[in-house]
């Protein structure tokens, strides 16, 4: 079954340093995205891209944040200067079609800020 | 905006026996409904979805319901199994968009 990969699976970064989350999202797929989960709480919606451009974003994805799809495979999350409270799981998913099945999501990167 | 809840945050259910888990959401004007199963350390893996224009959906062992009068979602699982253990999220999308709203999550615990 294709899957959506990320990697690091855990990140470790001092305060104020630059993180760049990588995924590779399966390969016939459209539209990416990027979620997030601190510890405990609800899986929360980032930035959706499509057609190599954001098509929407939360009131989280900031200037801080930024996305990018390099090259044919990899669609990555920078994150310019991290902040305590950037410490999550970071989630990327793939999907198909505009709210279609196979809306499928990566196992994820702890992010962990210190 | 959107905001989606569980009803319960825990529900433990014996093997074998059948599981409901419950899920409200506000807007009217969501149209398309996935429930998410979250083991430990893992990512949300897609069970089951169901658009606006049905009331109901079955997969293997599973069963979506969708009460768009009272705007109420359910994941039916029969003869839940010691596997089917992990938090249970919906996911609600609106207008025809791509944005998945969360639920907080039902932590589904299965006893011997």
């Known amino acids: 079954e294709p899957e959506v990969t990320q990697t690091p699976s855990h990140q470790v970064t001092q305060m104020g340093q630059e993180v760049i989350l990588r995924c590779v999202p399966i390969s016939n797929h459209l539209y990416f995205y990027w979620y997030r989960q601190i510890l405990g709480q609800k899986v929360e919606f980032l930035v959706s891209f499509y057609n190599n451009e954001i098509s929407e974003k939360s009131e989280i994805f900031d200037d801080q944040f930024s996305v990018e799809r390099p090259d044919g495979s990899n669609f990555t999350l920078k994150i310019r200067s991290t902040k305590l409270e950037d410490s999550a799981m970071y989630f990327c998913?793939?999907?198909?079609?505009?709210?279609?099945?196979?809306?499928?999501f990566g196992s994820g990167t702890r992010l962990t800020v210190v | 905006g959107e905001s989606v809840g569980l009803h319960l945050p825990t529900l433990s259910v014996q093997e074998g026996d059948n599981s409901i888990i419950n899920c409200a959401y506000s807007n009217s004007a969501s149209d398309y409904f996935i429930w998410y199963k979250q083991e430990s350390g893992k990512g949300p893996q897609f069970i089951i979805d169901?658009?606006?224009?049905?009331d109901k959906r079955q997969g293997q062992r599973v069963t979506v319901l969708l009460n768009k009068t009272v705007k109420h979602l359910s994941l039916q699982i029969a003869a839940t199994q010691p596997g089917d253990s992990a938090v249970y999220f919906c996911a609600v999308s609106t207008g025809g968009g791509n944005k998945l709203t969360f639920g907080t999550g039902t932590q589904l615990k299965v006893e011997l």
């Open positions: 169901i658009r606006s224009n049905m």
């Open positions: 998913a793939s999907s198909e079609l505009l709210q279609g099945r196979g809306y499928t």
